[in-house]
């Protein structure tokens, strides 16, 4: 079965890797709720909030603060990122992330992390990552990877997006 559920998710992130995910209804248009999901020529659509990092030495990585609201989180669907590190170690831009199972059930789940131009609005290429079996409440470590793509340079925007779990 564990087996079944690897090849499933891995035939998943290979689907998801070539189709770049869009959280609001226009490009660059603002969203009135985190996690209000838009139907928009039959595709659904799903508002998330962007964060800001940078590849400088100084801040190689972005965690997200203490939240008042849950809405307020780097979470998508039933997952929630701890920490993110960004690189480019491989040639391609690229990232590693700890993220935790919020639900009540062991969840398998392709996820991906867009990063914007530095116009902040349109997209400069996506990220994929897998996670296979994670327990509720289970904290585990994630690593994105993209066929091409360079970091704006500076500070640049990103979202996190749950794409398929089961």
Do not use: H
């Amino acid at each position: 079965m564990k087996s079944r559920s690897i090849l499933v998710a891995s035939a998943l992130l290979l689907i998801s890797i070539g189709y770049p995910a869009y959280g609001a209804i226009t490009n660059g248009s603002k969203c009135t709720k985190a996690g209000q999901v838009t139907t928009v020529n039959g595709q659904k659509m799903t508002c998330s909030l962007v964060w800001v990092s940078s590849l400088n030495s100084q801040s190689p990585s972005a965690s997200p603060k203490p939240s008042k609201s849950p809405s307020d989180s780097i979470q998508s669907k039933s997952f929630r990122i701890e920490s993110v590190t960004f690189n480019s170690d491989l040639g391609s831009a690229g990232a590693d992330a700890r993220i935790t199972n919020t639900s009540r059930s062991t969840k398998t789940a392709t996820m991906t992390i867009t990063i914007f131009k530095s116009d902040n609005k349109a997209i400069a290429f996506t990220m994929s990552g897998i996670v296979n079996a994670v327990s509720p409440g289970e904290t585990v470590s994630v690593t994105f990877m993209s066929i091409s793509g360079e970091f704006p340079p500076g500070q640049f925007k990103y979202t996190f997006q749950v794409n398929t779990e089961f």
